[in-house]
């Protein structure tokens, strides 16, 4: 009886800390990177998990140079060595090479 009621306060408390996550902002904000490029951002998870993606889903970290860029796709806790544009201002070459790296991501 004495580790039911154990059990059960657990729970409770378990419960009501993760009821009190909140989620991040969806609303998108500009950054400007060194070179004096501005990129809209969004931060998407909540306050313990969270990553950037540009306007339309590419998962984006910040590189030690202070840029921002596109994550790699096979560890996206590291910066690619692309650097990250908004949707308007990216080449043909990168949106190719989002389209190839990113497939499953927005497809």
């Not at 990177?33 to 998990?49: A, I, K």
């Not at 921002?68 to 070459?93: D, F, G, L, M, V």
Request: charge should be positive; aromatic fraction near 10%.
């Amino acid at each position: 009886m004495k580790y039911c009621l154990i059990f059960i306060f657990l729970a409770i408390v378990g419960l009501a800390v993760a009821q009190q996550r909140v989620p991040a902002s969806p609303k998108p904000f500009v950054v400007t990177q060194p070179n004096g490029d501005t990129l809209s951002v969004r931060l998407v998870g909540d306050e313990w998990h969270h990553h950037h993606t540009t306007l339309d889903g590419y998962p984006i970290v910040q590189n030690k140079r202070g840029y921002w860029c596109y994550a790699r796709p096979t560890n996206p806790q590291h910066p690619s060595c692309r650097k990250a544009h908004s949707e308007p201002q990216r080449t043909r070459c990168e949106q190719r090479w989002l389209h190839s790296s990113y497939i499953t991501l927005n497809s």
